[in-house]
């Protein structure tokens, strides 16, 4: 429910720039980086390419002698950010760590920034690596190259291609493309078992990780090349461990349409989902506030869930959204059918459904989470009270009763008789005493 | 002779009335201690729920309040607690403010009638008992009067009475006094009338506690012995069936007892003797028919069929299950440790333990040993009536050693056998009148001297015992029986000299009520469930009603388990606020530390496996807090709860004092809260809650969370040269 508020609010909020922006946030983009790693020129095409995308690029360079260590990204409070997303290439200088700390980045996550987390074999320094390991990334330390031995297409054995096709998750990119990615002079991570984890492309099976001492980090497909993670606020992170892999060359000849998708993902541009508003009522269409639930009522469940998709929001298509009723555990859980759209949303239903014969307090929700996609959840709990003395059946209506009824009115019936046949045929008394008695007192 | 007669009359009804209104203040004004020393308010825990269901009824109406479900306790299961309530309180005062407010003319908010609800209905008691007496004594009014007044002001009927104190007894010894009446009433005059009458009181008394299954033991006991006794004759006859057949069918509509009276073996004892009855009337009449011989053939086998029949029958329907094994309520009446091993949650509650020696004396004063001298005064006379009270004194004096609580239904009988002993007393040594004229027995000078000053001795002495009665009574009401347990009295004085009021649970109750969503689910120890929803109006978990032990025990593992294993018990459950009593600041010895031991044994009954309770003593088998406490112990929820900062609350010696269990607290030894935070902790520290934390939002637990924010605190967040390869579980995608 909250997270429900959260996102209509933010929604609601933005309204007014969401024609203007591309994505269900503003775009507001911070870029931080290390000129002695990375050259702005040898990026230039995906940065304009951001910018095509009506991103707000403002750059923080590190290791310029004008960069104050103490550079802003969060309110004074740290309970907002100045910035609405992050890219952060690889950077080595620790001037930037009074304020580029690994807690700092948390927050900004947190708050609700989008962040685009860039490492290369020599620039993996500390806050972002400590920042990712929290989101269960364990990206290779400084000094881990992964190398290919088999495909690769140089001498140094690390630029090797990709197919698109191997892509793990379709709501980033979609893996029926028979796009070819060159993965170069990059790293691999090791990833922990967090459900929020969107892993993205794994490294090739023949590929290996290891540094100049020989120490494996990663071997074979237990790396990941790219990977990213969506936390239950739906901010979106998404690392990925070569900075080589952006640069003009490699973006122009193959990774263009792949890093689209992946930075339009990252930065909450599609793959967006939101409830439009959920309600249930009586299969007769009274609501609960005119006439609360009783066991065994039939009543049908209904949620409105939109898409953002190309700079609006469309009515959205899924077969897979499923409807629970419980009480700490399910009673029912029903996969939703969809209906007719309803605006710019589409309507989903359960259908009529019983209510289970056990009073109590129930929850009815949609907890929909698939990886990738916006993690939506809407919730109401109301009571499911038991019958009133009122609302059995009465006794002539159960068959079953009718052989008691007869017996008891037999009985009734009976005893009348009985009562009446003695007064008539008993012999008359004169009751002198009681007369007596009367007179005395 | 024919006015003087007439006017004596007068008088005598008069002074009758005045003693009647006498006793009746006295009863009122006895119980008003809390009001006048307090406010007017609601005690203790159950009158809670009495209270929140009146108001209910009150605003809802009788068809509603019926059929009441309650989804603001037992969340999630709720409660269908119109069905699982005996509605004879709140319908009665209900029904006395709807009078007030729409005959009357008198609007009384419902609160001031709940909360002298109890001294009211003690006035009526006082009558009813005063009836009862002379109707089982030979119509002596000294004795009725006697026991009207002992019933008014025993402390062991205050107890559960006074002003404040309303709960299911107040109305209840009441009623069970008038059916009482009304009983024997109909068992000497063997009318229809008076037993229909002991019938529709009976049914007042099912409405109203569940105490009723001591009547419907008590009389047919009555019945059976005097049966044994060969005292069989018609108006026993009639006056049983009128009152079984008429009392059962309408206890019957009584929507929690239901089926029971012919099912539960607690009412087969009534049923039986409705029997038997039958059989002695058979029996009688073709005794009247036949000759002696033969009828002692017919005796002898059918009674031999009688009893086959009686024990297969009783042991069939048990085994088939038609008729309900016999409760552990009922068990733990005969073996006073069946419920400390088998049922923990009975054993828990405080009014169930066996009663100590001196609270009989506590409670009834010079009564206790006037109780066998009436006894046995009724025993040397033996009349149809007296059997009653002797049955009834026997069987409660038992009761009421093994339960505390039964204390309660053993007073008025005390009062009825003292004030017969007194009354006798009276009758002998009082009459001091004919002795002094000389129209007496003509004694010599020195005789009759003699004869006058032991008389006046022996009634000096007992007028002197009931002074010392009365000054114990008032004594014992002022101190023992009149704090309202929701606001204590610190014992110390402002400078004004008013009293120092410990007010935390009000405090906290209302601070939940004004800081919390309303529909905010508040998890606290059953105890305070019915505290919880009355005064603060939040949603709990387990409530004084104890209906599912498995529910409770759900909340005590959560108290008793590790911080992780809790939040995921009471995430499940959708819990907000954890709320916690805690008297280590104040020497409040009802705290929930004294009290943890027994969640421990409730969840242990249910997860053997999860839970030990020996784990929770030290190696040597010691209940300790301090340092020594056993690992399990600092770890549980409980115990972080209730100690979390304590320490540092006594300045830079990090070395906190528990005045309960008298045990030295450092900081060293109380771990951290990584799951909750605290939200609210009252003046005196008496009431602790604590908020559930979120979801992380990055899905780590709050250990981790709390872990990583103590590092980067620590480091600044940035060096850790060493970077090591993770232990990670596998991916499952």
Redesign the interface.
């Known amino acids: 429910m ?1 997270l429900y508020n959260l996102i209509t609010l933010l929604c609601v909020c933005l309204m007014n720039d969401v024609c203007k922006a591309l994505s269900v946030h503003p775009l507001k983009t911070l870029v931080v980086f290390d000129s002695r790693l990375t050259s702005l020129q040898d990026h230039s095409e995906f940065l304009q390419s951001l910018e095509n995308r009506d991103h707000e690029l403002v750059f923080e360079q590190v290791d310029h002698e004008d960069f104050d260590p103490q550079f802003y990204f969060l309110s004074e409070d740290e309970h907002s950010n100045l910035y609405d997303n992050m890219i952060i290439f690889p950077i080595k200088t ?1 001037r930037g ?2 304020s580029l ?4 980045l ?1 927050k900004f ?2 708050n609700g920034g989008d962040v685009l987390a860039i490492t290369s074999p020599v620039g993996v320094t ?2 972002v ?2 920042f990712l ?4 990334i ?1 990206p290779a ?1 400084k000094g881990y190259i992964l190398r290919d031995y088999f495909n690769a297409s140089d001498e140094k054995k690390n630029t090797f291609a990709i197919a698109g096709s191997d892509s ?1 998750n379709d709501y980033v990119f979609n893996s029926s493309s028979d796009a070819e990615l060159v993965y170069s002079k990059g790293s691999s991570a ?8 969107v ?1 993205i492309l794994k490294a090739p099976s023949t590929s290996l990780n290891k540094n100049v001492n020989d120490e494996e ?1 990663t071997i074979g497909s237990q790396g990941y090349l790219i990977a990213a ?1 969506q ?3 739906n ?1 979106r992170m998404t690392w990925v461990g070569s900075d080589k892999f952006f640069a003009n060359g490699l973006y122009e000849s193959n990774n263009k349409a792949f890093i689209e998708e992946l930075t339009k993902w990252t930065f909450r541009e599609k793959s967006v989902i939101k409830v439009n508003g959920a309600k249930h009522y009586h299969a007769d269409k009274t609501s609960y506030e005119e006439l609360p639930y009783k066991t065994t009522d039939e009543v049908v469940y209904e949620i409105l869930l939109s898409e953002f998709k190309d700079n609006k929001w469309i009515p959205y298509e899924g077969t897979d959204v499923q409807f629970e009723l419980k ?2 555990d399910p009673y029912y859980r029903l996969t939703m059918n969809a209906e007719e759209n309803v605006g710019e949303s589409k309507k989903f239903t359960t259908g009529v459904f019983k209510l289970p014969d056990h ?5 009815f929700q949609v907890d929909y989470k698939r ?1 990738g996609l916006t993690y939506v959840e809407s919730k109401s ?1 109301h ?1 499911i ?2 019958l ?2 009122t609302e059995y059946p009465r006794s002539w209506e159960i068959t079953n009763a009718r052989v008691y009824l007869c017996s008891i009115f037999a009985v009734i019936g009976l005893w009348l008789v009985f009562v009446v046949a003695f007064i008539a045929t008993s012999k008359k008394v004169v009751n002198k005493p009681t007369a007596a008695s009367k007179k005395n007192n | 002779m024919v006015d003087k007669i007439s006017l004596l009359k007068t008088v005598s009804t008069v002074l009758k009335v005045v003693i009647f209104i006498c006793i009746i203040g006295a009863a009122t004004s006895a119980r008003l201690f809390s009001v006048i020393r307090f406010e007017s308010i609601i005690h203790e825990f159950d009158p809670w729920f009495n209270f929140r269901a009146t108001k209910y009824l009150v605003a809802n109406g009788f068809h509603k309040f019926l059929n009441w479900f309650d989804d603001r306790t037992w969340y999630p299961l709720g409660r269908v607690t119109g069905g699982t309530l005996y509605p004879g309180l709140m319908t009665t005062s209900g029904l006395v403010w709807h009078i007030l407010n729409n005959y009357l003319g008198l609007p009384i908010d419902i609160r001031n009638v709940c909360v002298l609800f109890a001294p009211a209905f003690s006035g009526l008691t006082a009558i009813a008992t005063y009836y009862f007496t002379k109707a089982c004594y030979h119509n002596d009014e000294i004795a009725g009067f006697l026991s009207a007044g002992f019933i008014a002001i025993a402390p062991g009927y205050i107890s559960r009475s006074v002003a404040g104190s309303y709960d299911n007894e107040a109305i209840a010894i009441t009623l069970l006094m008038i059916t009482f009446f009304f009983w024997i009433k109909a068992m000497k005059t063997g009318s229809i009338a008076w037993g229909t009458f002991a019938a529709l009181a009976y049914f007042y008394m099912v409405s109203a506690w569940g105490g009723y299954v001591f009547i419907t033991n008590i009389i047919p006991l009555h019945i059976f012995i005097l049966l044994l006794m060969g005292r069989y004759n018609h108006k026993l006859y009639s006056a049983y069936c009128t009152w079984y057949c008429i009392g059962t069918l309408s206890s019957m509509q009584i929507p929690f007892v239901g089926f029971l009276p012919i099912r539960s073996n607690d009412h087969m004892a009534a049923l039986g003797v409705f029997g038997l009855l039958q059989f002695f009337m058979i029996g009688d009449y073709i005794k009247s028919k036949i000759s002696n011989d033969n009828f002692k053939v017919f005796l002898k086998t059918s009674v031999l069929l009688l009893i086959l029949f009686g024990v297969f029958g009783v042991v069939g329907l048990t085994y088939f299950g038609l008729i309900a094994p016999w409760t552990g309520r009922f068990y733990s009446l005969w073996d006073t440790d069946y419920a400390k091993i088998h049922i923990p949650i009975i054993a828990s509650v405080s009014e169930h333990q066996p009663t100590a020696w001196p609270s009989f004396f506590f409670d009834t004063q010079f009564l206790i040993w006037l109780f066998p001298c009436g006894v046995f005064i009724l025993f040397s006379e033996l009349q149809d009536e007296h059997v009653f009270i002797i049955a009834y004194s026997v069987l409660c004096s038992y009761f009421a050693g093994v339960m505390v609580r039964l204390m309660l239904t053993l007073t008025p009988i005390i009062c009825v056998s003292a004030a017969i002993a007194l009354s006798n007393v009276f009758h002998g040594y009082l009459r001091v009148r004919n002795d002094l004229s000389g129209q007496g027995m003509k004694l010599k000078g020195f005789a009759n001297f003699f004869k006058i000053s032991t008389k006046l001795i022996v009634s000096s002495t007992f007028l002197g015992y009931l002074y010392l009665f009365v000054h114990h009574c008032t004594w014992v009401t002022s101190n023992a029986y009149s704090s309202p347990s929701v606001v204590l009295l610190s014992g110390q004085t402002n400078e004004d000299g008013s009293p120092v009021y410990i007010d935390d649970f009000r405090e906290a109750y209302a601070w939940l009520r004004f800081n919390t969503k309303e529909d905010a689910k508040v998890a606290a120890w059953w105890d305070y469930g019915y505290q919880i929803g009355g005064m603060a109006d939040r949603t709990t978990l387990v409530d004084n009603n104890t209906w599912n032990n498995t529910h409770i025990a759900i909340v005590g593992k959560a108290m008793a388990s590790p911080e992780k294993k809790a939040y995921e018990i009471y995430k499940q459950h959708d819990v907000d606020y954890v709320l916690v009593v805690f008297g280590g600041l104040l020497g409040y010895s009802g705290d929930d530390i004294n009290k943890f031991l027994w969640m421990v044994r409730i969840s242990e009954g249910i997860w053997p496996e999860e839970i030990h309770e020996p784990n929770y003593f030290t190696a040597d088998g010691q209940y300790r807090v301090d340092e020594a406490a056993s690992e399990t112990m600092k770890n549980s929820l409980m115990y972080k709860m209730c100690y979390h900062d304590f320490p540092s609350l006594f300045g830079n010696s990090q070395e906190g004092n528990d005045r309960v269990r008298n045990a030295k607290i450092k900081s060293s030894h109380v771990y951290d809260l990584d799951y909750f935070e605290e939200a609210f902790t009252s003046e005196n520290w008496l009431v602790r809650i604590y908020k559930v934390k979120d979801l992380d939002p990055e899905g780590r637990s709050w250990k981790e969370v709390s872990d990583f924010e103590k590092e980067s605190s620590a480091t600044g967040g940035n060096s850790r040269r060493v970077v090591k390869k993770p232990k990670i579980e596998p991916r499952l995608l």
């Open positions: 909250l620790k760590s009074s700390t690994s807690s700092k948390l996550y947190e500390d806050p690596r400590l390991n929290q989101l269960s364990y330390p793990l090791l990833l922990g078992s967090s459900d929020l984890l892993p980090w993670f936390n239950l606020k901010a009480m700490i009073h109590g307090v129930f929850t990886p709990t009571a009270r038991n009133a003395h």
